[in-house]
C-alpha cells in the first residue's frame, strides 16, 4: 500500500519568513514522484514544485525548495521569503500512475 | 477552453436522488481522474482512466459510485442514492501519463463540484 502523511494540520509563519513543511510516505514503488500542490480557498490544485526519485538533486522553484531524503522516505517542502500570497492548503503528494495525497497542511502567513 | 473544466460547480440534491457530476479534461490528455475530498482533507482517489478504458476503480467507495468515459475524453461520474456522506468537493484532474512509458507528468486538476446532500 501507498501512503503520504503529513503530520502538521497547521502552521504559521511571519512575512517575510521561512517556514518547512514535512511529508513522508511510504511505496514499494522504485519508479514514483513527488508533488507538493498548493489549494487556495478557490479549491484549484496548484502545482507547486515536482521531484523525481530517481534524482538525487533536491527540486527548488524560485522561493520553492525540497529536501527530499528517499532513504528516509521523507519530502519536505521549504518556502523562503513568505509572502501574504502563500497561505493556502498544501498537500503533498506520491504519483506512480495516480497521486496519493496527504491530509494537508494549511499554512497562515501573519503580516 | 485551456483547462480542465468541472460542471456543476455546485450541486444541492436530496438523500436518495441520483446525480451527475461532468469533467472535460484538458484536450489531448489521455489520463483522467477522479477524487474526492471531505472538508479538512486531502484528496482520495476514486478512479483512473486511461483513455476509454478504467484502469483502476479500487478507490470507488460501493456500487453507487459508476463513472465513464466513452470516448475518451469527456467523463462522468454518476452516484447513485445520494446518501449525506457522500458530500464532498469531487476533483477531476488530467495528464498525459500513461501506466507505462510516461510517468510523473503533472496533472491539471478542475476546481471541482460541489455535492451537498441534504
Known amino acids: 500500500a501507498q501512503t503520504v502523511t503529513q503530520s502538521q494540520p497547521e502552521m504559521s509563519v511571519q512575512e517575510a519568513e521561512t517556514v518547512t513543511l514535512s511529508c513522508t510516505y511510504d511505496t514499494s514503488e522504485s519508479d514514483y514522484y513527488l508533488f507538493w500542490y498548493k489549494q487556495p480557498p478557490s479549491r484549484q490544485m496548484i502545482l507547486v514544485i515536482r521531484?523525481?526519485?530517481?534524482?538525487?538533486q533536491n527540486a527548488t522553484e524560485n522561493r520553492f525548495s525540497v529536501n527530499f531524503q528517499k532513504a528516509a522516505k521523507s519530502f519536505s517542502l521549504k518556502i523562503s521569503d513568505s509572502q501574504l500570497g502563500d497561505a493556502a492548503m498544501y498537500f503533498c503528494?506520491?504519483?506512480?500512475?495516480?497521486?496519493?495525497f496527504g491530509t494537508g497542511t494549511r499554512l497562515k502567513v501573519l503580516a | 477552453g485551456a483547462g480542465v473544466s468541472q460542471t456543476p460547480s455546485n450541486k444541492v440534491t436530496e438523500k436518495g436522488k441520483y446525480v451527475e457530476l461532468r469533467c472535460d479534461p484538458i484536450s489531448g490528455h489521455t489520463a483522467l481522474y477522479w477524487y474526492r475530498q471531505s472538508l479538512g482533507q486531502g484528496p482520495e482517489f476514486l478512479i483512473y482512466?486511461?483513455?476509454?478504458?478504467?484502469?483502476?476503480d479500487s478507490g470507488l467507495p460501493n456500487d453507487r459510485f459508476f463513472a465513464v468515459r466513452p470516448e475518451g475524453s469527456v467523463s462522468t461520474l454518476k452516484i447513485q442514492r445520494t446518501e449525506r456522506g457522500d458530500s464532498a468537493v469531487y476533483l477531476c484532474?488530467?495528464?498525459?501519463?500513461?501506466?507505462?512509458?510516461?510517468?510523473?507528468?503533472?496533472?491539471?486538476f478542475g476546481q471541482g463540484t460541489r455535492l451537498t446532500v441534504v
Open positions: 484532474a488530467s495528464s498525459q501519463t500513461n501506466l507505462k512509458a510516461v510517468r510523473g507528468t503533472e496533472a491539471f
Open positions: 521531484q523525481e526519485a530517481y534524482k538525487q
Open positions: 503528494a506520491l504519483m506512480t500512475y495516480k497521486y496519493i
Open positions: 482512466f486511461q483513455g476509454t478504458g478504467a484502469a483502476d
